[in-house]
């Protein structure tokens, strides 16, 4: 760059080009700005994630497991889905689908760092897959 108008014009194409990049996909520059920590996109069906939230209530599952963001016995849901989770043995998981599923039908494979595996092993055979499928949407309607 040879003059001061030069460099002007570059920087002026560079943020006008962040600028419609973030337009154009949503995202910033530079990673998520300090966001929700989500590092997927969810896709919720509300009227499973209803279902779920009637199940979860029923099954006791909110004894153990908070929609707010507070500590409980259990990880807390909000925020949950999408997220990168610690486990007990030092690796790091993303809670998807399969890892939601997972943890309630064989919970104690992949405690999150922190909290005891402590929660019932019986789902498994007390929900059937579509009961245990409409949990996992309201989880994911917590990601927010």
Known sequence: MNTWSEGALALVIVVVLGIGLFLFTGQSIGGDGGGSGTTQPMTVDPEAASRGGTLAEGQGCLQC?????R???????????????????????????TYLFNSIVTPSN????????IMPTFYADQLDEQQIDDLVEYIKSLAA
């Open 110 to 117: 992949q405690v999150v760092e922190g909290f005891d595996a």
């Open 71 to 97: 500590p409980g016995s259990g990880p807390t849901w909000k925020g949950l889905a999408g997220s990168t989770r610690p486990l007990g043995g030092g690796e790091e998981v993303v809670a998807d689908d």
């Open 65 to 69: 497991h908070t929609t707010d963001g």
